[in-house]
């Protein structure tokens, strides 16, 4: 398979989705350290607890999307593709 045939398999993604991608992971990482500081401000130790549920964001935000826009398709499809 030459580089014209692997192009047919993988293509870059556009600019949105970058950015969108950029946006979710940086607000991912913002609000764990805040968390982290909070929870340092309130043990007055550091230790890991339930702020490490704030980095499974990205993966519950691309899988709440996805499903979303599935759902909104079928209603679409349901009420005779409005």
């Given at each position: 398979?030459?580089?014209?045939?692997a192009?047919?398999?993988?293509?870059?993604?556009?600019?949105?989705?970058?950015?969108?991608?950029?946006?979710?992971?940086?607000?991912?990482?913002?609000?764990?350290?805040?968390?982290?500081?909070?929870?340092y401000?309130?043990?007055?130790?550091?230790?890991?607890?339930?702020?490490?549920?704030?980095?499974?964001?990205?993966?519950?935000?691309?899988?709440?999307?996805?499903?979303?826009?599935d759902?909104?398709?079928?209603?679409?499809?349901?009420?005779?593709?409005?």
């Amino acid at each position: 398979m030459g580089a014209r045939g692997a192009a047919a398999y993988f293509r870059l993604p556009s600019l949105s989705a970058v950015v969108e991608a950029v946006l979710v992971v940086g607000l991912t990482v913002c609000l764990f350290r805040v968390g982290v500081a909070y929870a340092y401000a309130e043990r007055g130790y550091f230790a890991r607890g339930g702020e490490y549920i704030l980095l499974t964001i990205p993966g519950l935000y691309y899988a709440g999307k996805k499903t979303l826009i599935d759902w909104i398709a079928d209603l679409r499809e349901w009420r005779g593709g409005k």
